[in-house]
């Protein structure tokens, strides 16, 4: 039997922050939302491809009850740079901007949501002293056929 993937408890459960570990591995990241969560721990119910067992994992499952739409912010520290400090900010109904700080990151991540299922959201992202990033629905486009 292959060993579970454990996630901690949550780190500090009202800024959002858990662990995931396995032996000496482990990444550290934060979850936060527009909407009030509660977050479980449990297995997960995913079965392996080509075996019909369930995988031995356990899942991060995070719900907001009686909420009709609900927008998650992640983030992963998997080089341990130490606390990195998550701001997330509806602008909108469709617009949110999200704040990374941590010792030599500042970054600045503006999202707005597509014009529907089929169409890539817009993101920009820059950093402060580093890079631009803009993607939108012409340049996250998938290769026509």
């Not at 721990?41 to 009850?65: E, G, I, K």
């Not at 909108?92 to 014009?115: L, N, R």
Request: proline share 7%; hydrophobic share 35%; net charge neutral.
């Amino acid at each position: 039997m292959r060993s579970r993937v454990p996630i901690f408890p949550p780190l500090s459960s009202t800024e959002g922050k858990y662990r995931l570990s396995k032996n000496k591995a482990r990444c550290d990241f934060r979850l936060v939302s527009d909407t009030p969560f509660k977050v479980e721990v449990a297995p997960s119910t995913h079965h392996m491809l080509f075996v019909d067992r369930p995988v031995t994992w356990q899942r991060l499952q995070a719900t907001a009850d009686n909420a009709k739409a609900v927008r998650f912010v992640s983030i992963y520290d998997p080089w341990n740079r130490g606390d990195l400090q998550l701001s997330f900010t509806p602008d909108e109904a469709d617009k949110a901007t999200v704040t990374v700080q941590g010792s030599d990151i500042s970054d600045t991540w503006e999202w707005e949501t597509a014009d529907g299922n089929l169409t890539a959201s817009t993101l920009h992202g820059k950093r402060q002293g580093g890079f631009n990033v803009h993607v939108n629905a012409q340049t996250a486009a998938p290769p026509e056929k």
